[in-house]
């Protein structure tokens, strides 16, 4: 069947044949490299289009409808608009920091994209420490975001950047503890063998209770990640007029939109590849006719499925839930999610050493 | 140290004012409170997303702790008092409208009220009623934009919609009677300018049946949220004494359980002879004060229920002559608007303009208090009081 993994492997044989193996893999780093800045630059334009879209829908309007059909074409016309207006740098700002930080949001977003499987067999690099090294880099964005705020010389900034500080830190506990409980089951790191071990049945059905409660700890601690509302702090916008971000314009505050939309992408691929089988295709034991029917579906179309459908489920949220506190965001999560989950985790340890999962 | 320490202190006393208080207006540090060790002060406004309008808070904080609200006005002052003196009083109703613009109808009923009491001129049972039905509108399509607008200033952006769906249909029935759809200009003294439109009846009959189908929405999406009673209970309590000492008036005055409905105290019009309960609530929190307004919009319903079928016919305008001349005297009338307690006074010297003219608004008074309720609590808590106080800026500024 036509696969990414066949594409790949012939530009790597074609490669091979034509140059001397140093500069196949050079050529192949920066096609790597062009992908992923293209991949970069497609998510964002779908994604916030999807958001107006699904937005619209929940609050019964139509959304964006005149640039292209359907207003497909919206998010373009909104990133040229982005694109020509002026990048003010305030008179008082860090200036060095103040154009970095932007910058570092779109690279951690980035080396993010590096070990998710898209496919079967498609994966940029399939590092042995493939969701240590997701969790580990996605807590660098709160550097950028209190770069941002610190930098700007705004105090609605500085208020923004250290709610999400507080923010960020936190749920990164809940996010890694629940992450912690599909590897104890599968024993490994890497996220190719995280896939494989699904094949038989997703961890969200195969590890009872304990998979489930990691898996909705793991949905509100991301959401709580990406600065997503309900947990919209460092933003919020009837408190903070626009938070960390309020002084940026232009492309600079373009890439930091882009960049949260690209990590709501990599959390929801993440909770996919974890809780759901990755491109894995939905299996029932013993319905061999249904599972020849499901095989056919293309792996790609399974992971972007899933993953759309989780980004769905958060762009859900944040168009129903009013704001939490700063103080109630806290409270949720070192009183309730922070116990829960390490509780979670002793008793998918127990039972992994038990072997009661599937 | 120790003079700035004491100058912290008395401006935190509540109904700090007597004396010496240390108060700069443009919120300078230098000459104004003394900043504790990580405070800062932090301009709300006038330009903000939160505030609708243009209301400037200079805001004290030690993190998020708020430790003092300044509001600075008049950056909508268009100084509607004094041009009043020089409109007739037919004139001058028309200016009210921009005050409130949210109880448009509700102002220049206050108007045409005082008026024909200086004028002793009875108005026609017919429009009597208009008056009432329109007034009950407006105050559903007012209480439908402030919860739109206070779950949006919760981060709620989809309520903000639901509730327009319904005040459209308002705004509609409006445009149909009355030709405007926000300042509406229908109330004029001795009745109302023109006779009802024909369609009246049946679109506000249908507006009923819009809004019974769709009210159970508001308690679903909003009401009954885990996350919004968090950020309503308990939250900018005003005890009773307070809201009193305040002159805190309407719904906001009413979640602290002060009896205060106009309509029930001092009733005009023939709202003596309805059926309607005055909404209290005796918790003093934000949910207190989102309940009463929430039920206040069933109340208005029965009335238009009542009124509906049972408009009498007769004139719409009792015979009032071209210009009207109120004798020399002082007159005061108070209807209750969709914030509150609506005031108006004229001093009349016997001429065709007012000599003076005085407003009573609402939301000037329900502001003061936000301080006094906001000490102590977080940027976001303020941000949800400002919601339940209602607050219409041109209301406060005039």
């Excluded at chain 1, 059909?69 to 700002?93: F, R, W, Y």
């Excluded at chain 1, 970095?100 to 042995?128: E, G, H, S, Y």
């Excluded at chain 2, 001129?121 to 009950?136: H, S, Y």
């Amino acid at each position: 069947m036509w696969s990414f993994s066949q594409i790949a492997n012939g530009i790597h044989e074609w490669l091979s044949k034509t140059f001397n193996p140093t500069w196949t893999l050079i050529i192949e780093m920066v096609l790597a490299g062009v992908a992923v800045i293209g991949l970069f630059a497609v998510l964002g334009l779908i994604l916030v289009i999807m958001e107006r879209k699904v937005s619209a829908w929940i609050q019964i309007r139509l959304g964006p409808n005149r640039v292209g059909p359907k207003g497909l074409m919206q998010s373009m016309a909104d990133t040229v608009k982005l694109m020509v207006k002026e990048g003010l740098t305030p008179t008082g700002a860090d200036r060095i920091m103040f154009n970095v930080a932007p910058i570092i949001a779109m690279i951690v977003a980035m080396l993010l994209l590096a070990p998710i499987a898209f496919a079967k067999n498609f994966q940029l690099w399939d590092l042995n420490i493939g969701v240590l090294y997701v969790s580990c880099v996605s807590s660098l964005m709160v550097i950028s975001v209190l770069m941002a705020g610190w930098s700007s010389n705004n105090k609605y900034s500085l208020l923004g950047a250290m709610r999400s500080g507080a923010q960020i830190v936190s749920y990164e506990l809940s996010a890694g503890l629940s992450i912690l409980t599909i590897i104890v089951f599968v024993g490994d790191l890497q996220v190719s063998k995280i896939i494989a071990s699904q094949e038989t049945g997703w961890w969200i059905f195969k590890g009872h209770i304990p998979a489930i409660i990691a898996f909705i700890t793991f949905l509100i601690a991301v959401t709580a990640e990406t600065n997503r509302a309900p947990f919209d702090l460092a933003e919020a916008e009837s408190e903070l007029t626009a938070g960390f971000h309020t002084e940026y314009s232009g492309m600079k505050f373009a890439l930091f939109f882009l960049a949260e939309y690209v990590n709501v992408f990599i959390v929801c691929a993440i909770g996919a590849t974890l809780f759901l089988g990755g491109w894995m295709p939905f299996h029932i034991s013993n319905w061999t006719g249904f599972n020849h029917v499901m095989d056919y579906i293309p792996s790609s179309v399974w992971f972007f499925g899933k993953t759309f459908f989780l980004i769905f489920v958060i762009m859900w949220f944040r168009w129903t839930f009013p704001r939490l506190r700063i103080d109630q965001l806290l409270n949720l999560e070192w009183k309730y999610l922070l116990p829960i989950s390490m509780v979670n985790l002793l008793i998918a340890t127990l039972m992994a050493i038990m072997g009661w999962h599937f | 140290m120790d003079k700035e320490t004491t100058l912290l202190n008395e401006s935190q006393a509540p109904f700090a004012g007597s004396g010496e208080v240390p108060y700069d207006r443009y919120g300078d540090t230098s000459a104004g409170i003394a900043l504790g060790d990580g405070d800062f002060q932090i301009n709300f406004g006038p330009q903000h997303p939160a505030t609708h309008g243009v209301l400037h808070l200079v805001i004290t904080l030690n993190g998020e702790t708020i430790k003092k609200v300044e509001p600075h006005l008049g950056y909508i002052h268009r100084s509607i008092e004094k041009m009043c003196e020089s409109l007739t009083y037919r004139q001058f109703i028309y200016v009210t409208s921009r005050m409130d613009y949210l109880s448009a109808h509700i102002n220049n009923h206050a108007c045409a009220l005082a008026v024909e009491k200086g004028l002793q001129v009875e108005v026609p049972a017919r429009a009597q009623v208009i008056r009432v039905l329109m007034d009950e509108l407006t105050r559903i399509a007012s209480h439908e934009l402030w919860w739109g607008a206070m779950a949006m200033d919760l981060g709620a952006f989809t309520p903000f919609f639901h509730a327009f769906r319904e005040r459209e249909s308002i705004n509609d029935i409006m445009e149909e009677t009355c030709g405007a759809r926000l300042t509406m200009n229908y109330m004029v003294p001795g009745g109302v300018m023109h006779d009802l439109h024909p369609n009246f009846q049946k679109r506000v009959k249908e507006f009923l049946q819009l809004y019974k189908r769709k009210i159970h929405e508001y308690d679903e999406l909003v009401t009954g949220n885990v996350i919004f009673q968090n950020r309503m209970k308990g939250v900018g309590y005003l005890s009773a004494e307070d809201a009193i000492a305040y002159g805190v008036s309407g719904p906001s005055a009413r979640g602290s359980g002060v009896s205060s409905d106009i309509r029930k105290l001092y009733p005009y019009e023939i709202y003596d002879k309805l059926e309607f309960d005055e909404v209290l609530e005796t918790a003093g929190d934000s949910f207190a004060r989102y309940m009463v307004r929430i039920n206040e919009m069933h109340q208005s319903i029965r009335i238009i229920e009542q009124l509906i079928d049972n408009i009498p016919e007769g004139d719409f305008q009792a015979k009032t002559k071209n210009v009207l001349k109120l004798p020399k005297g002082d007159f005061y009338t108070r209807v209750e608007t969709a914030r509150g307690e609506l005031g108006l006074y004229i001093v009349s010297e016997g001429g065709n303009t007012p000599y003076r003219i005085k407003f009573r608004s609402p939301g000037f008074s329900n502001l003061s208090v936000l301080d006094h309720m906001a000490r102590g609590s977080k940027i976001g808590d303020l941000v949800a009081m400002m919601g339940t106080l209602d607050l219409v800026i041109p209301d406060i500024d005039r």
